[in-house]
């Protein structure tokens, strides 16, 4: 990276489809609101690289927004592994104390066949270094955005997941010769 990169990470539109799901990268994204995405594209530097991550939720939106990002694997939302495609509610009748257990400690806990959300603050950290030097836009989960302030703050994951990252949220983050610059967290835009 050179001296400071400009970083607007956007969460994707709504996931069109049921709530509380855990859903995988063919979920498709409801990019009906208008006006949410032109307050939002009004928010974008001209110039500014694209990215996103390969979801077709998060490539919907970068549509929308008039983007044609580049796909980025390591800016994918968490693995659930086997959770995948399923309802929290069954999981939590089916598994019991497991799937509590996991909730107890989510920042370190890793679904069967998944990853934990510390490991995907190290994959993050791999598509963060691999970006081009100057302004990038990033259309990405709520999940990869609490990874980036991470590692711009230099927090636990356990403390990352705390915060709140809406759908069309707009966080914006600078990285500075030797450090990081948090400029704005889930700002909405409007609509």
Partial sequence: MSEVNRLWLIRHAPVRGPKGVIHDSDAAADTGDEAAFAALRAK?????????????RTLQTAAALGLRPQAELNFREQNFGAWTGRRHDDLARELGAAYR??????ANSRPPGGESFADQIVRVGDGLAALPPGDAVLVVHSGTVRAVLAIALGIAPEAALRFAIDPLSLTRIDRLQNDWRVVGVNRLCGG
Avoid at 101 to 106: E, V
């Fill in 101 to 106: 257990d996991f909730w107890r400690t989510p």
């Fill in 44 to 56: 974008l530097p001209a110039g500014a690289a694209p990215f996103a991550s390969p979801a077709v």
